[in-house]
């Protein structure tokens, strides 16, 4: 497997779970190493600032996982969304509406084992990784409270996943905004994923003739493939290494 291009001159987008992180079988059992932070950190001052986390968890649990640091970052698939300096801003979305379909979604995961609800305050999840076999009636379970709400929502697949969030916003939207801001903008963008959520995020960077990069099997959009978190984790350090201090 060959090595994508490591350019420190770009502007840096990195999901989170699969990416930089390995997945876990629930969201909560995913956690950060000491390491793991040092590598973000050092990214993040290499680039000079130039660096956001685009990932489908909320705001807060992304910082939770990365504590202390404040990243600029896109949560919910950029439903929200910290800048540069550190404004907060949030897409409109109808909550009181989306609690109540998501009322139904809580439900069918309390009565069958191995299902996980989460409720990221602007979008829920229904989990099935420890319940591979319930894929088909967890999309439809979602699917059915999506019809609820009509237009103002959509379903979003994903790597053992059926989300249910309001429409109009992805992670290729999310970086489009910050490339329009500094330190970002005028730098090639550089984005790596894993999911299905990031392919988004991957036809936006490949238009703006930056590197986009696959983690892991699957078809895909990015011009690079890695094969794993691990790996990630390595080239990022090896390729900051390698650029000195």
């Known amino acids: 497997m060959i090595n994508p291009p490591f350019n420190l001159a770009g502007a840096w987008f990195l999901d989170i779970d699969g990416t930089l992180l390995d997945i876990a079988a629930m969201p909560a059992a995913v956690h950060t190493?000491?390491?793991d932070t040092r590598l973000v950190t050092e990214l993040y001052a290499a680039t000079q600032g130039?660096?956001?986390?685009?990932?489908?968890?909320?705001?807060?649990?992304?910082?939770?996982?990365?504590?202390?640091?404040?990243?600029p970052a896109a949560g919910q698939h950029g439903i929200e969304r910290r800048d540069s300096r550190g404004r907060v801003h949030r897409y409109p979305f109808p909550v009181d509406a989306l609690q109540?379909?998501?009322?139904?979604?809580?439900?069918?995961?309390?009565?069958h084992e191995g299902l996980v609800f989460?409720?990221?305050?602007?979008?829920?999840?229904?989990?099935?990784?420890?319940?591979?076999?319930?894929?088909?009636?967890?999309?439809?379970?979602?699917r059915k409270a999506a019809l609820q709400l009509g237009s103002e929502v959509e379903v979003q697949g994903g790597k053992m996943v059926a989300e249910l969030k309001p429409a109009g916003r992805d992670k290729g939207i999310a970086i489009e905004e910050f490339m329009r801001e500094r330190p970002f903008m005028g730098r090639?963008?550089?984005?790596?994923?894993?999911?299905?959520?990031?392919?988004?995020?991957?036809?936006?960077?490949?238009?703006?003739?930056?590197?986009?990069?696959?983690?892991?099997?699957?078809?895909?959009?990015?011009?690079?493939?890695?094969?794993?978190?691990?790996?990630?984790?390595r080239w990022l350090g090896e390729g900051l290494a390698m650029k000195g201090p």
């Open 33 to 35: 190493a000491p390491a």
């Open 50 to 71: 130039a660096l956001a986390l685009i990932s489908g968890r909320s705001l807060n649990d992304i910082d939770k996982l990365f504590s202390p640091l404040h990243l």
């Open 100 to 111: 109540r379909a998501a009322a139904a979604i809580r439900a069918f995961a309390a009565k």
């Open 118 to 142: 989460e409720d990221k305050g602007a979008s829920v999840a229904l989990h099935y990784r420890l319940a591979p076999q319930l894929a088909s009636a967890a999309h439809s379970v979602v």
């Open 188 to 233: 090639a963008p550089v984005f790596i994923g894993d999911d299905l959520t990031d392919e988004y995020g991957f036809h936006v960077v490949n238009r703006l003739g930056g590197d986009t990069i696959k983690v892991g099997r699957g078809e895909t959009v990015a011009r690079w493939r890695i094969a794993d978190a691990a790996a990630v984790r």
